[in-house]
Structure formats: C-alpha cells, structure tokens
C-alpha cells in the first residue's frame, strides 16, 4: 500500500478491498491514455491511490501528442481507453472523421475550460466591457465586446483567427456558443469543407492545448479555448487573459468521458465494469469533504508524467479560484467538479447536447430526427456499465448508494435559462426544438451548400 493511500485509509470512503470479492477479470494488464489536462485527474487517482490495484487491474498510463493519436490508438487497440473529448466517442460512431464504434461508461468531469485572448485583443475589447463597483470587468463577459475588434480586422482585410483543440472538442463547440451568442458567426463545415471556416467572422482553427499559450504569444491566434491549466498558464507568463469560463457560459456543463470500444466493453464486460469501479472513487475522493483532496491531486497533477505543469498554476483552478486578469482572482468553487452534481453518470442529454452542436454547425450535414439524436446517444453513452460498477461499489461497502442517481431515465432536467450565456434553455428530449431555438446555426432542413445556407 503506497503512502498516500495509508494516509486516505481512515476516511470514510475508503474500506479494506480485500473485503471485496474482486471481479473475474478478462483482462488485468491494461494501457490508458491521456491528454496532459487537470481533468485527466480520475486517471492519475486511481492509479495513485491504488483503485486500479484493488480491481486487481495493472493499468500502465500513457500521455498522448494530441487529440488524433490518443483515439486513433483506443481504435487501434494500442491503447485499452483513454481520457477522452466527449465529442469523440460520438462523431466516430456516426463516422464523422473517422469510423469506430466507441461507448463510454463514466463522464470524467463538468467545466474546466475557458476563452482567453492576447492581452492587445484584451485591450481593444475592455472599452465594450462592464464594470462593477470597484472597476473590475464585470463576468461572464459576452463576445458583443469582441465585435468592434473583429469588426476592424475585416475592415483592414485581416483574418480574426482563434484557436481550439480539436474539430469535435467541447472547447470549439462552447467557443463557438459563446462566439454566436454575442452575435459573431463561428464558421460552418459541410461534408466538402472540413476546415470550419464557411462564412465565418471568426476563424477557428487547431492547436494542441499545451502549444495554446506559446501559439497565441507567437501572434499566430488572437486567442483561444482550451482546458486548464493553459488559460492560468496565459495569466501567470502575462502574454493573455481569460474572459470567460465554461461554468459562466453553462453552468455544470459536461465536459471529458472515458472511452473504450464497444468490442473491447462485450469483450471484457468485468474488466470493464472494475475500470470504471476504480474511476468512480477516483472522482469521490477528488470532490469529497469540499474539494479537501485537491492540494493533494495538484501535486500529483503537476509531476511530469501527468500535465507536468507548475503546481502553482495548477492550484489556480483546481483549489476553487481562478484568475483573469493578473491580480483579479475571483471564486470558483466549481470550476472543476468531479463527482458532484452526478458528474461522473454518462446522461444521454449530455450526449444529445454534443450531437446537437455537430449539426449546428455542419458537421452533421443533414437534418436528423429526435429519435436519431436519442438512439445515437443511447449507443455511445452507457449509464448501465456505469450503474452496475456503482452497485458493486455499494455492495463492497466504499461508496454510500445516495450518490447515485439509480432511478434516472437518462436525461438531466433541462438546464434553464439563467444558466446559459444566451438566455436560452436546453432541454435534451427536444433537440430539434433546441436547435431551432438558435439564432444562429444550423435547424430543420437546412443544409450547407458550397458556401451557403440552403433550405
């Protein structure tokens, strides 16, 4: 037993696991990747404090160059799952980009991203931006700041360029919900044009999250949208600043997942279940007794072989603050959640959310069903693995059953209004009705065709 975990043992959290029966495994030697994000953290708990050893599991972790290798390898089977963008699992199911069959049994988190732009961006945009009492910008700030800027880069003929992980990453779907919701038209794909770029004010394009500060500094993006710790990483190198986090754009949105295929889940059903019963207390233990573990998981994260950035800048986050401009630190208790709020149950709404944006914005070039969006999500994100690994959990005496949603049908009760930059609400039983709700985007038949909207 490694010392962290001695340290943990009192808790209530934690039983002996010898106590448990442990699963008839399939599979024990197992290869995860990761992106080099703070929200990798279920991973790098469970392996740190020996929730994988005790499923009898001996998981090697693996950090990945980018968003591409890391699915390719899940797909390939060089890797058994990986800490993935939620967008991923569903596009190559549907085979947007490429063609797999993922699921994903655990959702790994909720916030944790943001937009920060160049501090000359900054500069042009804070004249359009209110203040409260004490001169400080007033939050969230919309993207109506940013449209004089863009503005004056049209008129100089200029490209207003931004940058964002990957083409079906949460960061380029909320920086294009906060992009339009200010009125500034993100860009389009059609099934001719995978670049994103049709009719936009603003063009988006990728960057590895750890390139984003260095990238942005190089003056090559006027900005971008990434994960932390590399909007904190902006603030503290004084090249950029945040302004505005995901939880300000949609309150308790959701974020990464854990996926795996869906042969290797018929394959493997107990290796499956074990993986995500080590990946459950993971995240209890990161949230449990208000955030008490975090300075402990900041350590761990900021090792080389996890995100390997400075604890310091780490610690901005993921203690419950967050910095925007140098000196303005203002709370964020929930800027990262890892088990709160079921965090971590795979909801089809939250899926249907992801499919609803790909349609938005061309990826899914025609206009689909309700019962389409409802029987993709269904067979992406997989809250029966999930519930069965909780029930194992209740019954091995280390996780208490009131923190589960056990009679869930799989839909969240609609987000309201209040909760969303744009004032409008999501329900994920009415999809369609969503996107027509959107002023721009998108919505019933339209489709792209060369560089227009057409009915």
Known sequence: MNTLKWLLASTALIASPAMAELLDLEKDELTFGFIKLTDMAPLAIAYENGYFEDEGLFVTLEAQANWKVLLDGV????????????????????????????????????????????????????????????????????????????????????????????????????????????????????????SGQIGADV?????????????????????????????????????????????????????????????????????????????????????????????????????????????????????????????????????????????????YSDAIWYLSQMRRWGQIAEPKSDEWFFETAKSVYRPDIYLTAARSLVDDGLVDEADFPWDSDGFKAPTPASDIIDGIAYDGRTPNAYLESLPIGLKGNQMIKGSEVVN
């Open 203 to 347: 063009f988006l394009s990728v960057t590895p999250p750890p390139q984003m500060p260095s990238t942005m500094e190089a003056g090559t993006i006027n900005g971008y949208s990434v994960g932390e710790p590399w909007n904190q990483q902006a603030v503290f190198k004084g090249i950029g600043v945040p302004v505005v986090t995901d939880y300000d754009m949609w309150k308790n949105n959701p974020e990464k997942v854990f996926g795996i295929t869906k042969e290797f889940a018929e394959e493997n059903p107990n290796t499956t279940t074990a993986l995500t019963k080590a990946l459950i207390r993971a995240a209890i233990w990161l949230d449990e007794n208000d955030n008490a573990n975090r300075e402990a998981a900041v350590e761990i994260l900021s090792r080389s072989e996890y995100v390997g950035a400075d604890a310091e800048v780490i610690a901005n986050s993921m203690t419950g603050f967050f910095e925007f401009e140098k000196g303005d630190v203002r709370p964020a208790p929930d800027f990262n959640v890892f088990f709160r709020y079921d965090a971590t149950y795979p909801f």
């Open 75 to 194: 797909i390939d089977g060089n890797l058994d799952g990986a800490h993935m963008l939620a967008g991923q699992p569903l596009a190559a199911t549907i085979g947007y980009g490429t063609k797999a069959h993922i699921i994903t049994p655990f959702s790994m988190d909720l916030n944790g991203n943001a937009i920060t732009v160049s501090n000359d961006i900054w500069e042009q945009m804070k004249p359009n931006v209110p203040t409260m009492d004490d001169g400080r910008p007033q939050h969230p700030i919309s993207a109506e700041a940013m449209v004089p800027v863009v503005e004056e880069y049209k008129d100089r003929g200029e490209p207003f360029n931004m940058g964002m992980v990957f083409p079906v990453s949460t960061h380029n779907y909320e920086i294009r919900y906060w992009l339009a919701a200010g009125g500034l038209q993100p860009g389009y794909y059609s099934p001719e044009d995978v």
